[in-house]
Antibody, heavy 123, light 107 residues
Framework: EVQLLESGGGSVQPGGSLRLSCEASGFSFSTYAMNWVRQAPGKGLEWVSGISTSGYNTQYADSVKGRFTISRDNSKNTLYLQMNGLRVEDSAIYYC????????????????WGQGTLVTASS | DIQMTQSPSTLSASVGDRVTITCRAS??????LAWYQQKPGKAPKLLIY???ILESGVPSRFSGSGSGTEFTLTISSLQPDDFAIYSCQQYSSHPWTFGQGTKVEIK
């Protein structure tokens, strides 16, 4: 059974940092691209970042480029999102999402999602 | 960036109704489109990918169609478990983008 378990969310002041983690199990983690998708309270889904199987290729939404860094450790079956310079508008539930196709780069749809972790940036 | 626009934003329907949700892309995305269902407090669930391919385990009352810039999600006979928010997503080019969502509520 595929499981994605996020952790690391919490409350921080604007300008602060957080590191999210997503521990994966039940599939061959190293053969799938992985992503972070967020959802602000009462709002729609927003793709944040994606990373290829090796970690060599990364992509970011313009809204987080230069502030967030995605990475992965295939030996630990874990995906990360380092978030620096957090803004009020970054407050959201952050989901870890598995790419739907085993490919070296990205395919683009998400067949499994974690339960999400809440990030709140507020003074 | 490719903009995805769904209509309607809210849809009121009864059990047994046929329901159709439309998703339009600001430029051609061929058939690189997915549909998700989301219930309150839960993560999204994949229903359809590549515009019309039903994800394993998803009931056959769900179907998807379209290509290029216009797509539809149809529920042939709405069931009580189907009241939720439905979102489309393009994966033709980065950044992947979602529609704003369509809430299907009980009439």
């Amino acid at each position: 059974e595929v499981q994605l378990l996020e952790s690391g969310g919490g409350s921080v002041q604007p300008g602060g940092s957080l590191r999210l983690s997503c521990e994966a199990s039940g599939f061959s983690f190293s053969t799938y691209a992985m992503n972070w998708v967020r959802q602000a309270p009462g709002k729609g889904l927003e793709w944040v970042s994606g990373i290829s199987t090796s970690g060599y290729n990364t992509q970011y939404a313009d809204s987080v480029k230069g502030r967030f860094t995605i990475s992965r450790d295939n030996s630990k079956n874990t995906l990360y999102l380092q978030m620096n310079g957090l803004r009020v508008e970054d407050s959201a539930i952050y989901y870890c999402a598995k790419d739907g196709v085993a490919t070296i780069s990205f395919h683009g749809y998400f067949d499994y999602w974690g339960q999400g972790t809440l990030v709140t940036a507020s003074s | 960036d490719i903009q995805m626009t769904q209509s309607p934003s809210t849809l009121s329907a009864s059990v047994g109704d046929r329901v159709t949700i439309t998703c339009r892309a600001s430029q051609s995305i061929n058939n690189w489109l997915a549909w998700y269902q989301q219930k309150p407090g839960k993560a999204p669930k994949l229903l359809i990918y590549k515009a019309s391919i039903l994800e394993s385990g998803v009931p056959s009352r769900f179907s998807g169609s379209g290509s290029g810039t216009e797509f539809t999600l149809t529920i042939s006979s709405l069931q009580p478990d189907d009241f939720a928010i439905y979102s489309c997503q393009q994966y033709s080019s980065h950044p992947w983008t979602f529609g704003q969502g369509t809430k299907v509520e009980i009439k």
